[in-house]
Each structure stands twice: as C-alpha cells, then as structure tokens.
C-alpha cells in the first residue's frame, strides 16, 4: 500500500516474482515427482509394442537376407522390382501431395483465418482423414484405371498422393499455428510483406514440425496395400514405365503371405525388414538435411 491508502501494482509483481522464486513446498515436490514417474512409466509401455514388432520382424527375418534379392526382380526371388516400384509410386505421391497440402496447410494458418472457404477446405481435408485406403483405392481405380484402361504406377502414385494429403495440411497448419506472433510482428517491422515473412520467416520456423508430418505422410503411404492393389497392382518382373503395371513392397508382402509354401511365407519377415529400412533411410535423410540448411 502506498501513503494515499492505494496498492502499488509493482509490489504486486515483486511478491509474485519472489513467490516464482521460493522453492516448492514437499506436497508439490512428491506431486511433481510422481507425474514425472507416471509419464515415464507410461512412455515405456507405449515403447513395448513397438520395439516386440521390431524385434519380432528382426529375429524372423534377418536370417532371410541375401545380396542378390537387392538387384534380382521377384521372378528370381529378389525384392529389387519390388523396392523401385514403392520409391517410384511414394516420390509420384509426394510430388502430387508435398505441393498442395503445404500450400494448403499455408492458405488455412496464414491468409484465411475464419473465412467460409477455410472452413470448408478443414471439413474436407477432415473427412480425407477418415477415409479408408482401399475406399481411395476404389476411386482412383474408376477415374484413372478404367480412363486409360491399365494399372499403371501412376495411379498407385496417385492414390497415395490423396491418403498423404490431409496428414500434410494437418500437420503443415498445425506447425505454422505453433510459431509466435512476434516473429511475424518483427518482420512487418523491418519493412516485410505478408509473402515475404511467411514464406522466409515462419516458413522457415515451421519447416521441422511440417518436415515430421511429411515424414509421417509417406511412412503411411508406403506402408499401403490395398489402393495399390487397385490401382498399381503388382508384376514379377521390371516395370515398362510409369503407365504400366508396377511391383511394390506392400503387396509383395500380401502375396508372400498368401503363398502356400512355407519358404515364401517365411520371406514376409525379410521382405517387411526391407520396407521398414526404407521407411528409416528416407527419415534420417530428410533430418539431415533439415539440420544442415539450419
């Protein structure tokens, strides 16, 4: 209180600074402690079912590995085929999907807050989430298959460019929204356009978190069966191109498991070690790079 009878509002900030200040009393320490414990513990039990089908695919599957399954098509008994057909079918699918959901992402977080169109554009991409693979798979099916009247690896890019696409804009907007308002405050001020500071300022502050959704995208794509069934169905020699019926990992895998002789059932695991590698190496690429433009 001040000598006029008045409450100084800059005590009121000293004594809450001196409160932040103060250590924890013992009810709050064994409270944080045991929320700390119980993440943890909680944390290792989401781990154990992971890690049991690593180690599951790794102990069956490790003892199936031969060199030339890496350059011999699956007629021959390799996977060579079978592996240029998923990296061609995910990079069409990423071409297709990267673009338009980033762009889309951008549109929904920076220039369309609250806007009848964005709404719109969330209720769609919201629905695009919840739609099955094989539903996809269906309608890529009857809009380019039976259009050019073959299975062709562009179809198959192209339906997994639509399973990509909402993960890419959910996770393209959801990163944008996570960057503070000052940054883009601290732009306008030293004289930035709109494009500009979104594009080179929290563009560039987002890109880990959209380069996770990415990430997450094309594990999902590359793990799918069923659209590519439909539309890039398989072959057991090397493709013509991209307008003609192309192998992949993931019904390579369905077909392995179809087989009735046990040592082509046996090559699931080996066959699920390749694609889960993959899936790894284009991870750890892409952070690298991320980490070196940082």
């Not at 240029?84 to 920076?110: D, H, N, Q, R, Y």
């Amino acid at each position: 209180m001040t000598k006029h009878g008045k409450h100084n509002p800059g005590n009121k900030s000293e004594d809450l600074a001196i409160e932040l200040l103060q250590p924890l009393s013992g009810r709050r320490l064994i409270f944080n402690y045991s929320m700390t414990a119980i993440a943890f513990i909680l944390s290792l039990v989401a781990l154990v079912p992971l890690l049991s089908i690593v180690w599951e695919i790794l102990t069956r599957g490790l003892s199936g590995i031969k060199l030339e399954m890496f350059w011999l098509p699956v007629i021959d008994d390799g996977f060579a085929n079978a592996i240029l057909g998923t990296i061609k079918m995910v990079a069409i699918a990423s071409a297709i999907s990267i673009p338009v959901g980033v762009m889309t992402g951008i549109f929904l977080a920076e220039f369309s807050q609250g806007s009848h169109i964005a709404k719109f554009v969330r209720f769609i991409n919201t629905i695009l989430t919840g739609v099955p693979s094989i539903v996809v798979g269906i309608f890529v099916y009857g809009i380019i298959v039976i259009t050019f009247k073959q299975f062709s690896a562009f179809a198959g890019g192209f339906a997994l460019a639509v399973i990509m696409l909402p993960v890419i804009v959910l996770a393209t907007e959801e990163a944008l929204k996570l960057i503070p308002n000052s940054l883009r405050l601290a732009s306008a001020s030293l004289g930035g356009t709109r494009l500009q500071t979104t594009f080179c300022i929290v563009l560039t502050a987002a890109l880990p978190g959209i380069t996770t959704g990415i990430l997450l995208a094309i594990a999902r794509a590359a793990g799918e069966t069923a659209p590519l069934i439909f539309t890039a169905l398989f072959s057991l020699n090397w493709s013509d191109g991209l307008l003609s019926p192309t192998a992949s990992m993931s019904v390579l895998i369905f077909n392995l498991y179809n087989e009735p002789s046990p040592e082509k059932t046996a090559l699931v695991w080996t066959a699920a070690i390749v694609l889960l590698c993959l899936v790894l190496f284009t991870s750890l690429l892409s952070r690298t790079l991320i980490s070196k433009r940082k």
